[in-house]
């Protein structure tokens, strides 16, 4: 079964950055249409990122275009998410999430990225 592990969390002043990874150890992640999702305290999840199976298209949530960048090495099986110019409203619980072909959807384990001065 698909496992994804992210890293790359932790805490960074407003204005600052971060990159999270979701590896796939032993799978080919270009086979899933991937993404990242997010859930502030007290705030239902919510999209951030995701590029299509295809890597023909890619979408982010409103309040992070401009800032974050989503990308992937389909060599390293592994699936990144840029953030800069961070806000303390970015602080939540980052997830990795991976679709295959299917409709059946995988998580990681999450990566908290808090943003305070």
């Known amino acids: 079964q698909l496992r994804l592990v992210e890293s790359g969390g932790g805490t960074v002043q407003p204005g600052g950055s971060l990159r999270l990874s979701c590896a796939a150890p032993?799978?080919?992640?270009?086979?899933?249409?991937v993404g990242w999702f997010r859930q502030a305290p007290g705030k239902e999840p919510e999209g951030v990122s995701c590029?299509?199976?295809?890597?023909?298209?890619?979408d982010y949530l409103d309040s992070v275009k401009g800032r974050f960048t989503i990308s992937r090495d389909n060599a390293k099986n592994t699936l990144y998410l840029q953030m800069n110019n961070l806000k303390p409203e970015d602080t939540a619980v980052y997830y990795c999430?991976?679709?295959?072909?299917?409709?059946?959807?995988?998580w990681g384990q999450g990566t908290q990225v808090t943003v305070s001065s």
């Open positions: 590029i299509d199976r295809d890597e023909l298209k890619t």
């Open positions: 032993g799978f080919s992640l270009d086979l899933y249409a």
């Open positions: 999430n991976a679709q295959d072909y299917r409709d059946r959807d995988y």
